[in-house]
């Protein structure tokens, strides 16, 4: 198995902060996954920025965002990520409840990776994580600068 | 009309009694109007009427000719009897209005009719005087044609619609037709146009402030210039609702060009304008009811947003959790405890379910149609073959009949055949075999497809629940579903124009029908 890439969680939900990480503890794929509970936090670690200052600078191997969430939501996290000439390059894969098609436009509109709809069914929810997590985590080939860590 | 030629205005006529009318004359007739006393006409040599001499008709009418494209008329109205000596008399009165212009012609285009008036006057009180001596006392020369003119005039005069009134440079009115003082509600009266306004209640288009006097449209002809469609409001004792007119004014000169008064001509506009304001009254409402409407759907999509993420995170988690408990606590839970457990992720998956077919329900409501052909053999042949999955292992007979091009929206039909055809597949069940026959007819020009099924059928009684959302008339044990999909049938046909409607019988089956708007041409 390849390199493990970091991933950077951004869900404001605890509970399916909790099941995410499970889903991806459970297939092992969850040592290297940053949490940021709202959009502006993820911009901020993303960014360097806040209680994320000074952080190492690689960048994570896909960014998994939820669309509704305080502050900032996902979509606008997902422009400015597009907008910013140094984060514009990171994967993005849209993890959220929302099956709206104007979220599905919308974001791909804004250059997002990938749009998955949390199944209600947990064990469907696990072979969602999981699939993303090898996916994005594992075979896909991140752009250089991000972190890779043996799982 | 016998004369055919070009004629001006010569001679005076004079209402000597009251001011009511002066009128004109050209050398078809002249002739006073509705005075109550004597009314004078001094016609021109042309004019010939027996009346005149007599002094025994109530009404000479009005006399026209229009000659060549030219006019020449006047119409009037000479009441009463009255002799050669009168006349003198009561022209020598007051020099009357006449002036010392000799004529003045005004023409008035009034609903489409060609109405020409001519006001003359002599120069000389006295020549006047004579000349309606003369004329007066002299033969008439055509009086048959004079008078049949002069009737044609009051006619028209009398019965058009339109009001039409005329005043000299004094502000005397010499006509008020009888629409004018219908429309009105008041003849004639005042002293001139600073009492216009006040007496007949004429306001400006706001309906509450008054018209002031020196723009009324009548005394600005007098002074020589023209107004049309000036739009006023009249209200006063006679009129209490008041009454909205629309007026045009011209002034009157006579033949050396010099000012000799105006006239107006008026319609009654408030049965149009009332009309106008309930079609703004309704615009205004229909507005209203489009905001609404726009602020609902907003609302509606809100709602719909919410439903779709906030309702659906809670049941992921208690599906996750139970799962994740399962998993921890794994053979030491006894079977009740893995029967709630199972209970549970049941209830939260059926909930997640009817949750994605509430928000399929609510995008058909209001999701844009994009309508063109469509093949609905190709649809059903292409639903069916989804449908095997679900079939395997039964023996349904398939009947499918040729089925006309439609024209709709292919997702949102194919969600129709989707749904009827699996309901039939569902409910054939326990058939062996199991029958399905798919045909469509034309029916008033619209297509009416069948979907009919040899399974349990339906009580007759209960097919108005049939198409209402959550309704079902088969428990889940029996038969899976949430009761959404029929409702997705009729509403979806409903968009389409068609409708949707069922018969059944318990244990012998089923057939359900949707119509659709005929295809606007025919396949090429």
Redesign the interface.
Known sequence: MNDLGRILLAEDDPNDVELTLTALAQNRLANEVVVARDGAEALEFLQGRGRFAGRSGEQPAVVLLDIKMPKVDGLEVLRRIRQDPKLRAIPVVMLTSSREEKDVVESYHLGVNAYVVKPVDFREFIDAVKTLGLFWGVLNQPPPGSVRRAP | MTEARPCRPRGTVLDLTTPRAIFLNGPCGACSFRGEGLNIATPSPSVRSPAWRKGSTRRLGVAAAIAGGLFCAVGLVVQARWHTRDISTSLARPALAAGAGRSAAGWILAGGVLLALAAGRASRTGRTIETSKRQAERPARSEGALKEEKQLLQSILDSMSDGVVAANLQGEFILFNPAAEAIVGLGPGGKGPQEWTERYGVYLPDATTPYPPERLPLARAIRGESVDGDIQFLRHAGAPDGVWLRVSARPIRDEDGALRGGVVVFSDMSERRRAEQRINDLNQALRHRGEELEATNKELETF??SV???L??????I??????LRQRSGEAVDDTSRHYLHTL?ES??RM?ALI?DL?VFS?MGR?AMRIVRVDLGALVEDVRRELQHDSRGRTIEWRIAPLPPVEGDPAMLRLVLANLLSNAVKYTRPRDPARIEIGAETRNGDTVVCVRDNGVGFDMEYKDKLFGVFQRLHSTEQFEGTGIGLANVRRIVRRHGGRTWAEGEVDRGAAFYFSLPRCKEDPT
């Open positions: 719909s947003y779709s993420h906030d659906r995170a809670p049941l992921r988690h599906s996750g959790f139970v799962d994740l992720a939260a998956r997640g994605d928000l995008r999701s």
